[in-house]
């Protein structure tokens, strides 16, 4: 027996011809273990079973051993289920839909007697847990114990995986997120005609914080009814929410003790938030408007207001989701919108439309000021892009800001990211004022895109020139309103104007990093010099200094979230001011200096009631697992 298996495991099935003994150990026999998941604690082994109460069975379990997934793992943790679906429910996170298949494919396991199961291809039984659902404890279900984007995935008769990449492939047909909770349908299959009325069965998971709490095939759509539509997102709701919990001999109790508690504390605002609307439909409602009467065209926004229209009939002031991307002529005036008549409105679970897909559904090219988010580069999430490089190598590249990471700018392929904000600039000659403003120069092979036209610049000896430009078509309304739409400006806000913010930003300090986790903005990871430096600068030059990148986040901000804008996009500005060329007298107003350590507490500066830093939230000493999400899926 080699060194380091239980006692009362088999020995390890025969390896490849030619293995020594120390090889053999390290070993992972695919048929074994189909599925394996890497997380920073230490290997996941999924495999199927069967002779349980269930036709086939499902277990998972965490070995701490950092050399893999071998057999001679020291198993930590073990979860065993009736379906892939309650697998995932149990773990927390999503399994790949890849690894899916893999599993089902794979030869199971063989219950020999009660506790103890056959690998395949061994010549005696191993200890398993004896029935059907052996939970997961809490322990099991920590951050370390998570896949992160970078993680490998092992998949018997495929070359290893990244987490990330893989789910990116699988990205869901629709999305809807309500505070912190995401539902997310992945696939719709056909229902018999057998059953019911035909429609179509849905595939889908719900998560809470990025957790899975919910996933299933089990959501019947109705007939008549598109898998996209919004009446697919009310199913999955009605199916998580009002299902009666029953037990069976294949799938056990449908409800467990941490599915009861999420129902119980966020289950009934849920439903109510999905629950069909009637008209009118109150401030803050989210719309598609259709935007041509000519074709199936519509926009997605936000109810500002009512108004009376003509003969006395009700209009919305409604307000585009574009309008608030970079480059957009509404963006800095947050309560300019559109009018529309009641039967162009109607209430949407879709989320916000960000510009970021082609019209033929792919993903379109970035331009300064996007949003990405990475596949699987474990330097960092989310970035800012300065610039879009193409004819020069791999193209498109983006040259990317990072956000939850300090340090400059980084290359990476557009097959290497994902996007999640686009930009709204009208033209490329407003992106390249833009840009001089915030002295973004411009450089040889940069693709620039617009909406209306795109460019390609070259090198010349007089520097680098646009040398080839082309328009594109016509755009919606919303996206491109200059000249073909009557903005008005909505009234205020019933009641007192919000404000800056009562809560508190949790920062933290760590691997010579200061880090804020906002709300809105995300996670922003920043040298702790420069940031003691931003913060000793008057914040009225700050505002100065951001207000030159139209593409940041429009203020104005708390002077803490300011100074850490400053000092992630803005560097090089920081430092001028800081070290002026004549003094600068003492801004108005008390004295001090603001000074900050690392895992302090911040003034109030938003709404925020979350006081956790970033270290609590990721774990001590787990820094490859973030709390950054990425889109279409939860992030663990």
Known sequence: MPEGVFADEPDPPAGPGGLGLAEEALWVDPDVYPLCVQVPAGWWRIFPVTGGKATREYVAQLVTDPAGPRWAGRVAFTTRQPTLWRLEESLGWALPLAGHITVQAAPPWVTTSPGRARPPGADSSTVLPPGVPVSLPVEGRRPGCRPWRASLVLRAGHAPATYGRLRHGEGPTR?????????????????????????????????????????????????????????????????????????????????????????????????????????????GTRVAVAVDTDSAIYSTGTVLA?????????????????????????????????????????????????NTDTPDGEDAVMATGALVATLDDPRFAVGTVLRTYAGDGPTPRYEIQPHDQPGGPVLLGATEVTPLAGTAWPSTADLLLARATANVDLRPFELLIAVRDYALSADSPHGPRLAVSGRFGEVDMALDPAGRADPVEAPPPAGPPPGLGAGLIPISASDGACRLEHPTYGLIAVDPNLLATALTIHPTQLAAVLDGHP??????????????????????AVTALAHPPHPIGPPDGPAGTVTVLPGSATPADTASPDTRTANDTA??????????EAPGWESP
């Open 175 to 283: 999305r809807w997120d309500h505070g912190q909770t995401s539902i997310e349908i992945i696939r719709a299959g056909p229902v018999p005609t057998t059953a019911d009325d035909g429609g179509h069965l849905l595939t889908y998971r719900v998560s809470h914080r990025g957790e899975v709490m919910f996933a299933g095939d089990d959501a019947h759509l109705a007939h008549g009814w598109a898998p996209y539509s919004t009446e697919a997102i009310r199913s999955v709701v009605t199916t998580v929410t009002t299902v009666t919990t029953v037990t069976t001999a294949d799938t056990g109790s449908q409800r467990s003790d941490r599915q009861r508690q999420f129902l119980a504390a966020h289950g009934t605002a849920l439903a109510a938030a999905a629950r069909p609307l009637g008209h009118p439909y109150p401030p």
């Open 619 to 628: 774990g001590a000493g787990n820094t490859p697992v973030d709390d950054v």
């Open 551 to 572: 593409w940041l986040p429009p203020g104005p901000h708390p002077p803490l979230v300011a100074a850490y804008l400053a000092a992630k996009h803005t560097p090089e």
């Open 306 to 354: 009512t108004a009376a229209g003509r003969a006395g009939r009700l209009d919305y002031l409604w307000r585009p989701d574009v309008a608030d991307l970079p480059g957009h002529p509404w963006r800095h005036r947050p309560r300019l919108a559109l009018r529309a008549g009641l039967h162009e409105v109607s209430a949407t679970l879709d989320v916000a439309d960000a």
